[in-house]
């Protein structure tokens, strides 16, 4: 996973370093439990979407940018699902306000699923922009319409799960003139012809046996 990507160093852009929450359980470069990674080496972190943001909020208007990535389980609708063993990558700008902090950017996410018309494998990739707000009252009858801020750290982890989740096809083709399946036989129309007759209209059912009966010409 990586860690946050921080740009800027003049006023009203958080560097990072503060915000640092010091050494932690998580095992370090060298696999060390309270090792910090070095620089240009990736941390691997069992909380990869969890942002420290005290040092943000310190200032009105200071602007970070970040850079996470990660795994998010559960990611899927009734035929399409996001690999739990590809990551869900989000870069967002956040910015403090006085009462909390706006995330903008994109949360990007690989699916896979099956065709609707001929069960085929079918696939593609969500890029969902996102432009939210984290607030100490976020989630509660107080704001609902922001995400939580407590303790000085942000969860991006559900922020990038309901991106993907509204965003994600309900009923993916694996090509736009995809052809189906035979309702008789079940062949695969886009590779292969068979001889089964026409299905025909069930609106017509009654009309077409009188005239199999001869009553109608």
Same mark, same amino acid.
């Given at each position: 996973?990586?860690?946050?990507?921080?740009?800027?160093?003049?006023?009203?852009?958080?560097?990072?370093?503060?915000?640092?929450?010091?050494?932690?359980?998580?095992?370090?470069?060298?696999?060390?439990?309270?090792?910090?990674?070095?620089?240009?080496?990736?941390?691997?972190?069992?909380?990869?979407?969890?942002?420290?943001?005290?040092?943000?909020?310190?200032?009105?208007?200071?602007?970070?940018?970040?850079?996470?990535?990660?795994?998010?389980?559960?990611?899927?609708?009734?035929?399409?699902?996001?690999?739990?063993?590809?990551?869900?990558?989000?870069?967002?700008?956040?910015?403090?306000?006085?009462?909390?902090? /706006?995330?903008?950017?994109?949360?990007?996410?690989?699916?896979?699923?099956?065709?609707?018309?001929?069960?085929?494998?079918?696939?593609?990739?969500?890029?969902?922009?996102?432009?939210?707000?984290?607030?100490?009252?976020?989630? /509660?009858?107080?704001?609902?319409?922001?995400?939580?801020?407590?303790?000085?750290?942000?969860?991006?982890?559900?922020?990038?799960?309901?991106?993907?989740?509204?965003?994600?096809?309900?009923?993916?083709?694996?090509?736009?003139?995809?052809?189906?399946?035979?309702? /008789?036989?079940?062949?695969?129309?886009?590779?292969?012809?068979?001889?089964?007759?026409?299905?025909?209209?069930?609106?017509?059912?009654?009309?077409?046996?009188?005239?199999?009966?001869?009553?109608?010409?």
């Amino acid at each position: 996973m990586t860690g946050s990507d921080r740009t800027g160093s003049g006023p009203g852009v958080d560097p990072g370093p503060s915000d640092d929450p010091g050494p932690s359980d998580d095992p370090g470069p060298g696999g060390i439990p309270g090792q910090k990674a070095q620089p240009g080496v990736t941390r691997r972190t069992r909380r990869p979407f969890h942002v420290q943001v005290a040092a943000l909020r310190k200032q009105a208007g200071t602007t970070r940018v970040e850079h996470r990535e990660g795994p998010i389980p559960g990611l899927g609708a009734v035929s399409v699902t996001v690999p739990e063993d590809l990551p869900v990558t989000v870069d967002l700008t956040l910015v403090s306000y006085p009462g909390g902090i /706006t995330a903008d950017g994109e949360v990007v996410a690989v699916w896979r699923g099956e065709c609707r018309r001929c069960g085929g494998p079918v696939g593609g990739t969500v890029r969902a922009q996102v432009d939210e707000r984290f607030a100490p009252g976020g989630g /509660t009858d107080a704001d609902e319409e922001a995400y939580p801020l407590a303790g000085g750290e942000i969860d991006l982890e559900p922020l990038a799960r309901d991106a993907v989740m509204l965003s994600l096809p309900l009923a993916p083709l694996c090509r736009p003139d995809c052809r189906g399946l035979c309702p /008789t036989c079940g062949a695969n129309w886009n590779v292969e012809e068979c001889r089964c007759p026409p299905a025909g209209d069930p609106r017509w059912a009654a009309l077409d046996a009188l005239r199999d009966e001869g009553t109608v010409p």
